[in-house]
């Protein structure tokens, strides 16, 4: 899609500059390989907008349009970052990739977060009022991963029990063990 003054978008630059922006305004280092673009045609102007979406970490980060109103890199990127705090109501980039990032925790983890959950229920004689799992970023200044995110515990909590426990998780999808976290939980009891 090319609009009359043959402006042309070169989706390469496209991924290299946001990735730079988000890295520059979310204090972070990552790599190409953690956000993705996907597009689509807007159904309600077919030849004159495309729609992009950016994922991060496999989750909707943010989106922005190409139309003639946006028909440069710097433009998309610009409402890319605008529509993070209008659209999706984030205060800044650093706050979109904490929680974007906790919200792809829960999606990978949710199986585990379940059978934690139902561990401290048995222990609380059924009963679920008051029993909290989660995930929560760490908030210390001390604990960031190689690309400057926070690390991020699951924390599993029981008032009547007086349970509150934190297991930290690694920084690597593929070091999500549920069976080491369970046990991990079951030491921890």
Request: glycine share 2%.
């Amino acid at each position: 899609m090319a609009f009359p003054d043959n402006n042309t978008l070169d989706l390469f630059e496209l991924t290299d500059r946001t990735l730079a922006v988000i890295n520059e305004k979310g204090k972070v280092q990552l790599k190409n390989f953690d956000l993705s673009f996907r597009f689509s045609r807007d159904s309600n102007q077919l030849d004159h907008q495309l729609n992009f979406y950016l994922y991060i970490f496999g989750e909707e980060f943010s989106q922005t349009i190409y139309s003639k109103k946006y028909p440069t890199t710097e433009k998309i990127i610009e409402l890319l970052i605008s529509n993070l705090k209008n659209e999706y109501m984030y205060r800044d980039v650093r706050e979109a990739l904490i929680l974007t990032r906790i919200k792809c925790l829960k999606n990978k983890l949710y199986e585990t977060l379940q059978s934690v959950k139902s561990k401290i229920v048995a222990l609380n004689r059924g009963e679920v009022t008051g029993v909290y799992v989660d995930i929560e970023d760490i908030k210390s200044k001390n604990n960031l991963d190689k690309n400057g995110m926070p690390t991020f515990a699951l924390t599993a909590k029981c008032s009547m029990l007086k349970i509150d426990i934190s297991i930290a998780l690694a920084p690597s999808v593929s070091d999500w063990d549920q069976k080491a976290i369970l046990d991990q939980l079951d030491q921890l009891l």
